[in-house]
């Protein structure tokens, strides 16, 4: 009788673990090369899923349940419904290995009170239903990352930073040809801890990820105009793939630029925060620009502010880093602080008419990652953040770059540099000048809290720019594009000279839009027509390609949807401002001879208009997609603020 009972509970035992399987996960490749690599997780074993059970990604791999970096629903695979299922997706280095773990969630475990950034409910960790071993990287953890170029105060030399996992001695070395690097630089590290974080989510634990040893080599002594050849490390620890820039050549009157700004970047998985994924666009372009050009041709690449969109979450920027690296380890990459890099409520210089225009908005980094991970020429700081203001030439233009989350105003110590600057121009050497900040001098977008710092800039800014002949101010902080008439003073001119071309350029991957000034007598159409001094507003996504020689300088607009240009301004230095089409759709035809503008093919009228109308169309109904389409599994709408910058 007991062999029988023995043998009914035996068989019941088998049965019943037949059908409650215990959910497992696996992944491959257990290591990875690099950052970027793609790694795939499959799991099995889950029973009676939900569309809200969830993969977390956790670096390092011990972290709290609810201190993921991300996490994707298993929903995202076609066959979650069975139980089983995989995804796959790149990882950067993060100076440890990775772990993921599965959790169950449903509906009614959902708390309203624990949201993202978007204010949508983050997951829930209470069912953790299986966990894997740990994902390691073989060459990333010593081999530099994250590579990127910049311009220093001497004109042969040229600045390259990367980031390791230790502080150990590292070099740069390079020469004009790719098998013989004889020429070394070494590289100075530094670090940060998270007590330097000001505020949260920077300086707590959810927040806060090691941000490893960032490495600064200047590389001298260079020919101008010259192809060279470098690469980054030691023999000890690994050196990095050789890249390759061109140098400045102050003797070349030839200026090429990439411009845009408030791109931050993309991430393959949800996280506290919502990523660009048109950056991912921008960057792809610029690429493919600067790899059309010859092999004596420069250029720069300046972002003016709104860099990563961290915001206190420390592991984007190396997301950011990773993303832009094809192109900044290739050329120049230039910026200017934005209020995503610097503001948190204690800032140093927060006047009155201020209270409600710097806020928090850096999740209390307080510039200080913005700080370390660029080294831009000047050396401008103040309370410790550097990178502020400054200027250099390339070519033909006067590059300045100036910061207006920090005191700007007459009788400060940025005013001052700003006046000497501009002051000391060479005209003859330099006859165009370009101002860059974050913030809009101009701009039609009708965000109430900025307008108290257009004030101050039109009061304190606009007559240095005006009495010195500024011939672009570009901006950004407004996330489309809008170009506007040589204006001073809120009065289009005919001329850029006293009346500088000013363009907003924030379109380069956030995806909250402005609200437009209607003009007056259309109210109940809010992007076009225009008010009058706007002469283009543009719904997509994109960047600005500057272009000049000494005699004219153009800026094109080029939109992410399809790569092409879509609005051009032709600046002369003779002073004369010539649209790409006139408020009736006329051409003004451009007819530029230098080298450049026949290399990036502006467009004829017929293009240009329809550039106009598909270009609205494109980005309005793409907006309309994204604002009132679900997510991919239709579980809830992602919110995007109109006034969130």
Known sequence: MITVYSSFFFFFFLLTSSVHSTPTISFSPQTLNRSGDTVTIQWSGVESPSDLDWLGIYSPPESPHDHFIGYKFLSDSPDWQSGSGSISLPLTYLRSDYSFRIFHWTQSEINPKHKDHDHNP?????????????????????RPEQIHLSYTDTVNEMRVMFVTGDGEERLARYGEVKERLDNTAPARGVSYERERMCHAPANTTIGWRDPGWTFDAVMKSLKPGVKYYYQVGSDSRGWSEIHSFVSRNEDSDKTLAFMFGDMGCSTPYRTFIRGEDESLSTVKWILRDIEALSEDKAAIVSHIGDISYARGYSWIWDEFFTQI???????????????????????????????????????????VPYSVKFNMPGNSSEAKVRNLYYSYDMGSVHFVYISTETDFLEGGKQYSFIKSDLESVNRSKTPFVVVQGHRPMYTTSTKGSDVAVRVKMIEHLEPLFVKNNVTVALWGHVHRYERFCPISNNTCGMRWHGSPVHLVIGMAGKETQPIWEPRPNHPDVPIFPQPARSMYRGGEFGYIRLVANKERLTVSYVGNHDGEVHDVVEILASGEVISGSSDDGEDLRFESKSEFAVLWYVEGASVMVLGVILGYLIGFFSRRKKETGSSSTGRWIQVKNEEET
């Open 122 to 142: 983050l997951p829930g960790t209470l069912h953790l239903l299986t966990e894997s071993n740990r994902l390691t990287f073989r060459f990333s953890a010593n």
């Open 325 to 367: 690296e094809p192109i900044a380890s290739k050329t120049p990459y230039h910026v200017c602080i934005g209020n995503h890099e610097y503001d948190w409520p204690m800032q140093p210089w927060k006047p009155d008419w201020a209270a409600y225009v710097y806020g928090k908005d850096s999740g209390g980094e307080c510039g």
